[in-house]
């Protein structure tokens, strides 16, 4: 197995690193100066104060896919680097005061959350909820909220709040939760009208909290496909309403607001096959709007697209997992090509407001890997 791997910075280097913004773009990717950070995998990516910022990953001999390895001896990295988009410019950022492994992230204004799992794939990660704060250059650690703490939720943003919410309910329920900022507090939400129900996701609509989430049917052998329901609760009351249900099935739990609707769009449907089929077929995506209690189909695009490595939204549009980017308003669709000689997994990416931006990763020749560092944006 081949390995391509720089040296990292030392710890509190603080100089910028100037580099020409990149010009020359193939097939809508531009490349962009590679940040002053070691290659890596697993990093994590935001759109903060208008900068991207990447952070933590690691560079550990990656498992090749479908194959079982053993756990990894080095613990992830904590540290990352800021880019301005408008000058090509990147800089160091602030060491975390943990390693930056497994994480579920969300973004609020110019500071990032992120819940750290602890993990076996994290050694020498403990579990942690940890804050950035891009303008200050400065991190925070965080309280848990009443519970294990070494339980993965989900985040999502409320405003100026998060959400901290179960992704599956199937081995049991427990109370989801939100965080105060301001005041580093936790609260219980109440009990949603879905229960029991996996493949969750929460998203903040002008309407409040939107919960979706798949019927907890038997699997296998449901007659019927396990669909989603949505509801919506409003923070100020803490009182849940039921939003019409689509006939949408799971693909790609995630969900997001963005162009005034809130959307999936993961592409296909399924029937349930020969064995034990549903009588039609069901689609895997859909977009919703919440204020009407309407839901639309997805257009259509004429054939799967050539990269389906990311699921993200913002700024009116959704990247498919299947190779597509939806213009949510115009409900037009783009074909995503990969960048030149891109990773094959585990990129860091984000949107990063006119522009999908994407870091890192793993490039697979067989069984040999090597971890890059190469960064693209694409522009719709």
């Known amino acids: ?35 002053p950070l070691s290659p890596r995998y697993d990093a994590h990516a935001f759109w903060l104060d208008g900068q991207v910022v990447v952070m933590g990953g690691t560079d550990a001999r990656p498992c090749p896919p479908t194959a079982s390895c053993v756990l990894p001896g080095e613990a992830p990295l904590r540290d990352g680097a800021a880019l301005d988009p408008v000058t090509g410019r990147w800089r160091p950022i602030a060491d975390a005061p943990v390693p930056l492994g497994f994480a579920t992230s969300v973004a609020i204004g110019d500071t990032a959350y992120l819940w750290l799992t602890g993990t076996g794939w994290s050694p020498g990660a403990p579990a942690a909820f940890v804050a950035y704060d891009a303008g200050d250059d400065r991190w925070r650690q965080l309280p848990f909220p009443p519970g294990d703490p070494d339980e993965w939720p ?120 020969d064995v034990n089929g549903w009588g039609r077929s069901y689609p895997n995506g859909g977009m919703l709007d919440p204020v009407r209690g309407r839901w639309f189909p997805l257009p ?4 799967p697209g050539p990269y389906p490595h990311v699921s993200l939204g913002g700024n009116g549009y959704v990247v498919s997992p299947n190779g ?31 522009r999908l931006f994407v870091w890192g990763g793993v490039r697979w020749r067989g069984h040999d890997a090597e971890i890059v560092s190469d960064a693209w944006f694409w522009r719709p």
């Open 154 to 273: 989900r985040l999502a943003s409320a405003g100026d709040l998060i959400v901290a919410y179960q992704g599956t309910q199937e081995s049991g329920v427990r109370p989801d939760h939100v965080f105060d900022p301001s005041t580093e507090t936790w609260d219980e939400l109440p009990p949603d009208p879905l229960i029991r129900s996996f493949d969750r996701g929460m998203v903040w609509a002008d309407v409040g909290l939107v919960l979706l989430g798949l019927e907890d049917v038997p699997q296998p052998g449901s007659e019927e496909p396990a669909v989603y329901r949505a509801a919506v609760l409003d923070l100020s009351t803490g009182t849940w309403s039921r939003l019409p249900d689509p006939e949408v099935i799971g693909y790609d739990p995630t969900w997001f607001w963005t162009g005034g609707r809130v959307v999936n769009a993961s592409l296909g449907s399924a029937d349930g096959g």
């Open 1 to 35: 197995m081949t390995l391509t791997v720089a040296l990292p910075l030392l710890a509190g280097c603080s100089d910028e690193v100037e580099v020409p913004p990149a010009t020359t773009a193939v097939d809508g990717w531009t490349p962009v100066d590679e940040p």
């Open 324 to 354: 597509w980017v939806l213009h949510v308003p115009s409900e037009t669709w783009s074909e995503l090509g990969p960048p030149p000689g891109s990773a094959d997994e585990r990129q860091a990416i984000t949107w990063a407001d006119d």
């Open 300 to 303: 259509d695009p004429p054939r």
